[in-house]
């Protein structure tokens, strides 16, 4: 069964610094690896998607993420963080169309 | 401006009375589902359809319907709902195929009593 693991329900990180949130999944065959972004009472943005090629895939916001197929991540990574980032992110996974989500982190950025 | 619009985006309604969520994008897109986010458990899937017509079960399906009349338009129905329906909802559109990003609608919160 696929499934997508997010370990980390929160991370905080001071304003300038870089971030990292983390992503783990599970699916058969050549995933389809997505980030998205929920603002507080705004439905969710897409930030980014890995498909094939580069491991290191370019978003908005200046957010990227690498892809490690040997240890099945796809973390999310920004080099310096704004308190405007501060949101909940999702990872998501596809190989169907099918769209599985995994819980979600709360990044926090203080000033 | 391309966008998912949902309606209503808050409702409170009582146990059993029949409501229907509405659901409606302007992208033309073949693919539409609808998820529940809870919190600590992410979306789930509770159905989607790949087009006109075609609609199938997600996750989550029970207590819920869904139609898709038109390729514009994916209502969401609750015929007899419960407490446990109380989330908050999401529509989403994209083009068909595991690789699209999907669009998603802003919400909406339903409290069930």
């Known amino acids: 069964a696929q499934s997508v693991a997010q370990p980390e329900d929160q991370v905080n990180v001071a304003e300038g610094n870089p971030l990292t949130v983390k992503c783990t999944y599970s699916?058969?065959?050549?995933?389809?690896l997505f980030w998205y972004v929920q603002y507080p009472n705004r439905g969710l943005q897409f930030l980014l998607k890995?498909?094939?090629?580069?491991?290191l895939v370019k978003g908005s916001y200046g957010f990227e993420a690498e892809f490690n197929k040997s240890q099945t991540s796809f973390h999310l990574k920004k080099p310096s963080a704004l308190v405007s980032d501060s949101a909940l992110y999702f990872c998501?996974?596809?190989?169907?169309?099918?769209?599985?989500f995994g819980q979600g982190t709360t990044l926090q950025v203080k000033p | 401006e391309a966008q998912v619009t949902q309606n209503p985006r808050y409702l409170i309604t009582v146990t059993g009375k029949k409501l229907t969520v509405t659901c409606s994008q302007n992208?033309?897109?073949?693919?539409m589902s609808w998820y529940r986010q809870d919190p600590g458990l992410g979306l789930r899937q509770i159905y989607y359809?790949?087009?006109?017509?075609?609609?199938d079960k997600g996750d989550v399906p029970e207590g819920y319907k869904v139609s898709r009349k038109e390729k514009r338009n994916f209502p969401l129905i609750l015929e007899s709902p419960s407490p446990n329906q109380t989330s908050l909802y999401f529509c989403?559109?994209?083009?068909?195929?595991?690789?699209?990003?999907?669009?998603f609608g802003p919400g909406t919160r339903l409290t069930v009593t």
């Open positions: 359809s790949m087009n006109v017509e075609v609609t």
């Open positions: 998501a996974v596809s190989n169907t169309g099918k769209l599985i």
């Open positions: 699916v058969s065959g050549n995933p389809y």
């Open positions: 989403a559109s994209s083009n068909p195929g595991g690789g699209y990003e999907q669009y």
């Open positions: 992208m033309n897109h073949e693919y």
């Open positions: 890995y498909i094939t090629g580069d491991n």
